[in-house]
């Protein structure tokens, strides 16, 4: 059974702080991770995907990936009440489209 | 405008009634899958299908079914058999050509039991 496993939180900053939130994954083979950002009663929405061992950076989000050590991480800086949320990490199984999911770390934003 | 629709958005079951939640998609994607989201949870793969005519079972699929028939279709079905269906469920769909392409998802069906 493949796992993805994350921190359920919550997690609290407070407005204007970094956030991070960790991630591990149990498939050494997995080449494709991904961060969504889920709103209470609304579906998923894709933040960032990194595929390449280092940083990857898309305006306050930074995702970070270390395969060796079977590691993803979501920075926010300057994170905002808006960004209360739950994280989830998924990664697709390695030779399938079996996409595993975490149990997500919820984000609370303190104004 | 493309996506996935899902209907209903809530939906009631009674004791020993099997119930389908519908999954369209406009995207032209080859890939669909069904997740089970429990409150404070994460997402549970139920079924997922990368081409019509052929599906697999996830992580939870005892007591669902579902059909691929057509490719912007994926209705699943909570039979009877599943004793605690109370859940979120979502619908979600791929290019099916690359693990590195993102999912997108519906918008959702809440399920409860009467």
């Known amino acids: 059974q493949k796992e993805v496993e994350q921190n359920s939180g919550p997690l609290s900053v407070p407005e204007g702080a970094i956030a991070s939130l960790n991630c591990t994954y149990s498939?050494?083979?997995?080449?494709?991770f991904f961060w969504y950002r889920q709103y209470s009663g609304k579906s998923p929405e894709l933040i960032m995907s990194?595929?390449?061992?280092g940083d990857k950076e898309d305006g306050r989000f930074t995702a970070q990936l270390n395969k060796a050590s079977q590691y993803v991480s979501l920075l926010i800086r300057d994170s905002q009440p808006s960004d209360s949320a739950t994280y989830l990490c998924?990664?697709?199984?390695?030779?399938?489209?079996?996409?595993?999911f975490g149990t997500g770390t919820r984000l609370k934003v303190l104004a | 405008d493309g996506g996935i629709t899902q209907s209903p958005k809530y939906l009631f079951r009674k004791e020993g009634q099997n119930v389908t939640l519908s999954c369209e998609q406009n995207?032209?994607?080859?890939?669909m899958y069904w997740y089970r989201q429990d409150p404070g949870q994460g997402l549970r793969l139920i079924y997922y299908?990368?081409?019509?005519?052929?599906?697999q079972k996830g992580d939870i699929a005892e007591g669902y079914s579902v059909s691929r028939e057509k490719k912007e279709s994926f209705p699943l079905t909570v039979t009877s058999a599943q004793k605690n269906p109370t859940a979120f469920y979502l619908c979600?769909?791929?290019?099916?050509?690359?693990?590195?392409?993102?999912?997108?998802f519906g918008s959702g069906t809440q399920l409860s039991v009467l």
């Open positions: 990194i595929y390449s061992n």
């Open positions: 498939d050494r083979g997995s080449q494709s």
């Open positions: 995207l032209n994607h080859d890939a």
């Open positions: 299908s990368q081409i019509v005519n052929d599906f």
């Open positions: 979600a769909s791929s290019q099916g050509s690359s693990t590195t392409e993102k999912l997108f």
């Open positions: 998924a990664v697709p199984t390695s030779g399938t489209y079996k996409y595993i």
